[in-house]
C-alpha cells in the first residue's frame, strides 16, 4: 500500500478557468476527505465521504466547489471560475469508518491561480 | 462551534532541549484529541491521539501529549528534541463529539538549532 495520492501535486491556472484535482485512499478506507490549507494555517475542512454518499459539506465549500466519489474508490474536487482566493494547498485524507480510526493525508495539490 | 488554539506560533529551540506545545481547544464534553506533525517536503502525519483512559499519552518519537479535562488543554511535550523535530505541529479535535472530519490549530514551527 502506497499511501494516499494525489494528482497533480502542482497546478497553475487563470482566473476563471475549471479544474479538478484527484485524489486516490487508501484501498481499505471507507472515508475520504477534502481540506485546504492556506499559509500560515492549519488545514480546514471542506467535504467528506463514506463509501460514494458526501455526508458533510462545509460552509468553506462555495458554489463552485464539487467533490463526487462515484464507486467509493477514488474521488475528485472541481473547482469552476476559479478565484485567486482559491489559491492554497488541497489536502485529501483517508480513514475506515470510526471516530477511532486516524486520517491519513495525501501530499496535497498546490494550486495557484494567477 | 469548536475550534482549537495554538499559542506559539515560531518556536526555535537549541538542540536537547525540552519542549511543550500549547493546545486549547473550545467546548467540552467527550472529546477525542490529535497531534499530527508536518516535516519539510512531507505530507502530515499522526504523532499521537487521546480518545479515552489515561490523559497522558505516548505517541512517535518520544513525544508525550497531557490531556487536561478542566483546562481544555492537551499540551505536547518532549524532553529532549533533535534537529529532526524540525517541523510544523498541528493540534486537532472534531468539531463535535463522534464526528470525524477536523477541526485544525493554526499550526506551531518548530526550528531546532545545533
Known amino acids: 500500500d502506497t499511501g494516499v495520492s494525489q494528482n497533480p501535486r502542482h497546478k497553475i491556472t487563470k482566473r476563471g478557468q475549471n479544474v479538478t484535482f484527484r485524489c486516490d485512499p487508501i484501498s481499505e478506507h471507507n472515508r475520504l476527505y477534502w481540506y485546504r490549507q492556506t499559509l500560515g494555517q492549519g488545514p480546514e475542512f471542506l467535504t467528506y465521504f463514506q463509501n460514494e454518499a458526501q455526508l458533510e459539506k462545509s460552509r468553506l465549500l462555495s458554489d463552485r466547489f464539487s467533490a463526487e466519489r462515484p464507486k467509493g474508490s477514488f474521488s475528485t474536487l472541481e473547482i469552476q471560475r476559479t478565484e485567486q482566493g482559491d489559491s492554497a494547498m488541497y489536502l485529501c485524507?483517508?480513514?475506515?469508518?470510526?471516530?477511532?480510526?486516524?486520517?491519513?493525508f495525501g501530499p496535497g495539490t498546490r494550486l495557484t491561480v494567477t | 462551534a469548536q475550534s482549537v488554539s495554538q499559542h506559539n506560533h515560531h518556536v526555535i529551540l537549541s538542540e536537547a532541549a525540552s519542549l511543550e506545545l500549547g493546545c486549547n481547544y473550545s467546548y467540552g464534553g467527550t472529546v477525542n484529541l490529535f497531534w499530527y506533525v508536518q516535516y519539510p517536503g512531507q505530507h502530515l502525519q499522526l504523532l499521537l491521539k487521546?480518545?479515552?483512559?489515561?490523559?497522558l499519552v505516548k505517541g512517535i518519537k518520544g513525544f508525550e501529549a497531557e490531556f487536561i479535562k478542566s483546562k481544555f488543554s492537551f499540551n505536547l511535550r518532549k524532553p529532549s528534541v533533535q534537529w529532526s523535530d524540525t517541523a510544523e505541529y498541528f493540534c486537532?479535535?472534531?468539531?463535535?463529539?463522534?464526528?470525524?472530519?477536523?477541526?485544525f490549530g493554526k499550526g506551531t514551527r518548530l526550528s531546532v538549532i545545533a
Open positions: 486537532a479535535v472534531p468539531p463535535r463529539t463522534g464526528n470525524t472530519p477536523l477541526v
Open positions: 487521546y480518545f479515552s483512559g489515561d490523559p
Open positions: 485524507a483517508s480513514s475506515m469508518t470510526g471516530i477511532y480510526h486516524e486520517q491519513y
